[in-house]
């Protein structure tokens, strides 16, 4: 086998000598057990990694931890647990780790943020009624049956600030960002009463038309609020939605600091501009590409973008100030897609992974591509490389999945296997392309962040108990594990 820097899942790797070549470091994190979450990370300018996410007891900490003791449920409840902050070197060695929970049940954290200091921005869902908050908090209690939950450490893991957020219903779905040095949280509401401001956009709850679910989380609308860095202020905040089920897959900024939003609807209603390039809803649910004013006073432009089955736009890449790259999965057989694709045929039976170059100026797609194979496929994330390449991962259930002849791993072993590619300058050639897998693989939501060193930090939930960790901050077991790889891409 040729050598190549790619690392690209390796560490799923049987040849440990290889693995050995190829991946920096991975990592089995914590036991998750049931609790239902992600596990976002963020690499600060030394290149240390903060990772959150969810755990039952067991966590490895350190004697400088916040939370020393487990405080979340103990019973076998889907959604109980704490949530827990780590912070590992460049390398891989634990440098810090706590538990951040109460009495009741933290989960969905989603994404996490540093800010311009290295400060470190966790927030989660919570029902716990009883968590930390400091003394100039905006939100000192709790108000609904479960409210957002956002707590501050500086870099060297120091407690800083806290605060909830939300209104007197649901509030759930946590992510952060920061941009221009406020702090910006997504999230999906049931509240009625959320907190939004004077020239808000949308002021007014809109769920009408609720669909027929069971599932408390899936229902409401999109929150968008900025809060001062110190948690005490919230200065812009918006609720977003139409009639039905809306959700934020990923979230960016313009260059003025405009709100640039994708994900996917149910809502035939959901807010579109005069000049979208889809006006209406095609399928039972589709992508949105939505860009609102930095003070979330108005919608820039936003529209449909699908086909007639579920379309999800799950990442959106900023290529420069006229160009959005967007990557996602569809079931939409007729999605739109242009003469000079990679793959201009669906085959997925469940769903194919798509990329779409979306130009704001001609206001079309001037590129866009299926890429998939027969089962279910799902693209996460992309980014450009310093050679003007770009590097997509994603998961793959297609043993068809397009896999070149140079790949680490050319086979899909069981389950749901990550895949990682590398596409020319143009996205319309596949340079390198590899499963990753052990013999019982399922990735959930993976996490990546692509440095300036061209390393690839891929965090996530996972079922994989025989992938080579080269540390096991924790023991794998037949249920869900929080993992971290970190590869090197300099080669390609």
Known sequence: MKSYSITALLFFSIASNIFAQKVDF?????????????????????????????????LKLTNDAFQKKYNGHTLDDWAG????????SPSGELIYSTYIGGSGSEFYCLQMTLDD??????????????????????????????????????????????TYLGGSGGDHWTRLAVNKNNLYLIGKTKSQDYPTTKRALQKEYDNSVPPDSSNRYIVGDITITSLSLN???????????????????????????????????YSENFPVTKNAYQKSKVGKEDGFLTILSQKLSKIEYSSFIGGDSTDIVNYIYIEDADNIILVGETKSP?????????????IGGRADGFISRFNLKSNKLVYSTFIGGARTDQLRYIAKTEKQKYVLVGTSASKDFPITNDALDPSIDAGLDLVVLILDNTLKTIEYSTFGGGSKQRIMDPIVNFTKEGKLIITSMCVTPDFPATFKNAEPDKSWTNCIWKFDLNGK
């Open 26 to 58: 991975s990592a089995y994190l914590a036991s998750s057990g049931g609790t239902h979450t992600s596990t976002p990370s963020v690499v600060d300018k030394e290149g240390n990694i903060f990772i959150a996410g969810g755990t039952r007891e067991g």
């Open 81 to 88: 647990g704490d949530a827990f902050l780590m912070k590992l």
């Open 117 to 162: 200091l290295g400060n470190v921005y966790v927030g989660f869902t919570t029902d716990s009624k009883d968590l930390p908050v400091s003394d100039n908090a905006f939100q000192k209690s709790i108000k609904g049956d479960n409210d957002h939950y956002i707590i501050k450490f500086s870099n060297d893991c120091k407690y800083i600030a806290s």
């Open 231 to 265: 948690l005490d202020k919230v200065l812009y905040s918006t609720y977003l939605g139409g009639n039905s089920m809306d959700f934020i897959k990923s979230f960016a900024f313009g260059l003025n600091g405009e709100v640039i939003l994708a994900g996917q609807t």
């Open 334 to 346: 007729n999605f739109p897609i242009t003469s000079d694709a990679i793959s201009k045929q669906y």
